[in-house]
């Protein structure tokens, strides 16, 4: 299939049009006739089943079939961001209609996850099941649990990060305050419908305070944050942002001062928003606490370990997250006239490496050399029907006969090498969260 992402590789343009195009590979649920990987099927259709609801629909997370609902919610929140902020670069890219519907199939699954106050689905899938299974989840027969949390068992770090993604995605959808740029693609009745989850959501993770693994112990040792303090501040200054009701501006800064999040942190990711959080501060309310913070974060980054080819590497695990995430929030704080030239030099520098300084592009479809064998099960099986065997499809030495177009895979090791092995998931899988970052950061640099 010919994308009109390939029809320019050299911009960052064309790096945008195909970090959306990968969460067409993701969804779950029904599909529409218009999706864009024909290989890709109706899936998950019992989803919920289990407890009575319907929980069809959003995202896969990576290379397996499991919908973990943090990862998920801190996606959305900030695909949501790179479209509020960087309008003019979706607009610009032919992307504006693809990102709102990316965005849309996560939020209208959520709200199928909220369909009681007090209440949120957390995850579908048992993750040791489904990992033990590797095929299409067109083919999938194992059971499929669904578990929540609620007044009995909360879990504020994940109700606050849905909160925050509904609180954005009401913004994506609102009708625009300058007329100028108003167009027919808002939508104020569903905006209202985010905002009036969000704020239920907001007040269960504030009033009902735990982390979510706590009341569910079940989904073990997978994306379990550290706390929650972060994830309600998170949550507040969406609020703010999508209202500009005083009760949340009231609250975000309390919340602030209640968790100490100006404290220095290493890195941006689903489970530790903090960066997040200190950028937003200082962009929506400007004091020059949230604005030290962010600078502190840039700072550390930057001097943080570097590879010799000048990625930054804070973790082995999915590196390249990292940097896209740290360098989407340098532009942020560059954006804040806080060593801008500094900021946006450091950001382009993880920019270029992602797309091929090193010798090899880490997109896939995009560039020089980019992966062929991802950490992904259903492109790495042939068109249906011909039957997905597992061990061919695990082992198989040929590129995966689906090209997993605009993926970014987990990254080098520190010494700049790496193998393109479908069996490494440490540096060759992909992800919702990878990708949104990425969105986040070329919408920003094409943006500039």
Same mark, same amino acid.
């Given at each position: ?22 969460? $067409? ?38 290379? $397996? ?221 400007? $004091?020059?606490?949230?604005? $030290? ?156």
């Amino acid at each position: 299939m010919q994308f009109a992402c390939l029809l320019d590789r050299n911009s960052r343009a064309a790096v945008l049009c195909l970090s959306i195009l990968f969460f $067409d590979a993701e969804r779950s649920g029904v599909l529409p006739s218009d999706q864009r990987f024909a290989w890709r099927g109706d899936s998950g259709l019992d989803d919920g089943a289990d407890n009575g609801v319907d929980l069809t629909g959003g995202y896969y997370d990576a290379g $397996d079939h499991v919908k973990f609902n943090l990862p998920m919610a801190f996606t959305l929140t900030m695909l949501s961001w790179g479209v509020i902020d960087y309008r003019d670069a979706y607009e610009q890219a032919g992307q504006l209609e693809y990102g709102r519907t990316a965005i849309r199939w996560g939020t209208d699954y959520f709200l199928k996850c909220h369909s009681q106050n007090m209440t949120l689905y957390a995850q579908v899938g048992d993750a040791e099941l489904d990992h033990a299974y590797w095929g299409r989840p067109e083919d999938m027969t194992m059971e499929r649990p669904s578990l929540k949390i609620d007044v009995n068992g909360p879990g504020s770090d994940l109700a606050g990060e849905a909160s925050a993604a509904l609180a954005a995605a009401s913004i994506v959808f609102a009708v625009s305050l300058n007329m100028l740029a108003m167009k027919q693609d808002s939508d104020p009745e569903y905006s209202a419908e985010l905002l009036a989850a969000s704020r239920d959501l907001f007040v269960f993770a504030d009033e009902y305070r735990a982390t979510y693994h706590e009341s569910l112990p079940e989904i073990g040792n997978y994306y379990v944050s550290p706390d929650y303090g972060d994830e309600l501040c998170w949550a507040a200054v969406w609020l703010y942002r999508a209202t500009e009701e005083q009760q949340y501006r009231d609250k975000a800064r309390s919340l602030w001062e209640e968790f100490d999040m100006g404290l220095p942190v290493s890195f941006f990711d689903w489970g530790t928003v903090n960066a997040g959080v200190q950028a937003l501060y200082g962009h929506v309310f400007g $004091d020059l606490q949230y604005k $030290d913070a962010a600078e502190e974060f840039t700072k550390g980054v930057r001097n943080a370990t570097h590879t010799p080819g000048g990625l930054v590497y804070l973790t082995q695990w999915g590196c390249l997250r990292h940097a896209v995430n740290a360098a989407f929030i340098a532009i942020k704080v560059a954006e804040l006239a806080i060593q801008p030239t500094t900021n946006r030099a450091w950001a382009e520098q993880q920019a270029q490496y992602v797309l091929g300084s090193s010798g090899r592009s880490y997109v896939i479809g995009y560039g020089v050399d980019y992966p062929q064998r991802p950490h992904h099960r259903s492109s790495s099986c042939p068109d249906a029907p011909e039957p997905c065997d597992s061990g061919w499809a695990l082992n198989q030495v040929g590129p995966n006969p689906q090209v997993l177009y605009g993926a970014l895979v987990g990254g080098p090791d520190i010494n700049d090498n790496h193998s393109d092995d479908r069996s490494d998931y440490v540096h060759n899988e992909v992800s919702l969260n990878y990708n949104s970052g990425l969105a986040c950061l070329m919408a920003a640099m094409a943006s500039q």
